[in-house]
């Protein structure tokens, strides 16, 4: 059963200190891994779409990379905007399986 | 920004009563989804459909039920609502299908039942 696990659970930043979110995975042919964006009180938000190992994007301050077994969305500099929870989802075409997300706090 | 609207945003019922939550998009997607989110979990798809007449459950057990009579509608019922029904609901759409490409998400209607 593919499976995804987000980490840390909650990060507290401050203004300008990047960091990294971790998104673990386990799919039988992964056919894509999505980040998504989640503000309080709404649905989650498309960010990213990554297909294969070593693929790489960027929007703005984040940045999303690929390996065979995790992804992880690299923040940087951020600003108190940013400031919500993260989802993973992977895809195998037939099935989507989505994190239990992190929670990013940025302080100012 | 995603066409597609959720109402109610924000409800509270009694045990006992039904309910319908409705969702519409206007992007002309075929595919669309009801998944359910309880806060600090993973979101779980209840409902799905490919197009107008196609509705299938989704992975996680529920006792609504959805129809699909257009395209651009999917509203989800509640005959019976139980306090277990306390949930948020997220309904969303697609261009591809299911597991192929990004969802469009609603703003999520938040259900209490007391």
């Known amino acids: 059963e593919d499976q995804v696990t987000q980490s840390p659970e909650a990060l507290r930043l401050q203004e300008g200190e990047s960091s990294s979110l971790n998104c673990s995975y386990t799919?039988?042919?992964?056919?894509?891994l999505f980040w998504y964006r989640q503000d309080p009180g709404k649905g989650p938000e498309f960010l990213f779409t990554?297909?294969?190992a070593g693929e790489e994007k960027e929007k703005e301050r984040l940045k999303a990379t690929l390996t065979k077994k995790e992804s992880f969305l690299h923040i940087t500099a951020p600003k108190p905007e940013d400031s919500a929870t993260y989802l993973c989802a992977v895809t195998s075409g037939n099935d989507m399986r989505f994190g239990a997300g992190t929670r990013l706090t940025v302080k100012p | 920004e995603a066409d597609i609207y959720q109402t109610p945003r924000y409800l509270v019922i009694g045990t006992g009563k039904k309910i319908t939550l409705e969702c519409s998009q206007t992007?002309?997607?075929?595919?669309m989804y009801w998944y359910q989110q309880d806060p600090g979990m993973e979101l779980h798809l209840i409902h799905y459909s490919y197009g107008v007449n196609s509705t299938e459950k989704g992975d996680l057990s529920s006792e609504s039920t959805v129809s699909r009579i257009r395209t651009e509608h999917f509203p989800l019922t509640l005959e019976s609502a139980r306090p277990s029904h306390t949930s948020q609901y997220l309904c969303?759409?697609?261009?591809?299908?299911?597991?192929?490409?990004?969802?469009?998400f609603g703003e999520g209607s938040r259900l209490t039942v007391l």
């Open positions: 992007m002309g997607h075929d595919k």
């Open positions: 990554l297909y294969s």
């Open positions: 969303a759409s697609s261009f591809g299908g299911y597991g192929t490409g990004e969802l469009f």
């Open positions: 799919v039988s042919g992964l056919r894509g």
